[in-house]
């Protein structure tokens, strides 16, 4: 497990990603119906969650507010959404199983 972690740690430092964690599936299994991490795959053990920091300038644009925010909320996900799937794909190249959520 461990090297998988460095290479995701990797993954994330390439990608101006700084914020990582992981945690058991099992912390999330009291939450309703459709936001377990079980609903998703019946045999999920771990959560990996990451994300990355927005400028404040963003949330504090007074010319075009609406349009800036949605702008770079595009940029944003676009991102993200590209290193959840080669994340899983990593892990996935490990034996395991792996499920992008997205949200």
Do not use: H
Not at 60 to 67: D, T, V
């Amino acid at each position: 497990m461990g090297k998988i972690i460095e290479e995701l740690k990797k993954l994330f430092t390439q990608n101006n990603i700084p914020i990582f964690g992981i945690a058991k599936a099992s912390s999330l299994e009291d939450e309703i119906s459709g936001y377990r991490p079980s609903d998703m795959l019946s045999s999920a053990q771990s959560l990996l969650c990451f994300g990355l920091p927005v400028p404040k300038g963003i949330f504090q644009c007074q010319e075009k507010s609406e349009w800036m925010y949605w702008r770079a909320a595009n940029v944003y996900y676009r991102n993200i959404d590209a290193v959840l799937i080669r994340a899983c794909s990593m892990i996935e190249e490990k034996g395991e199983i792996a499920v992008p959520v997205f949200g």
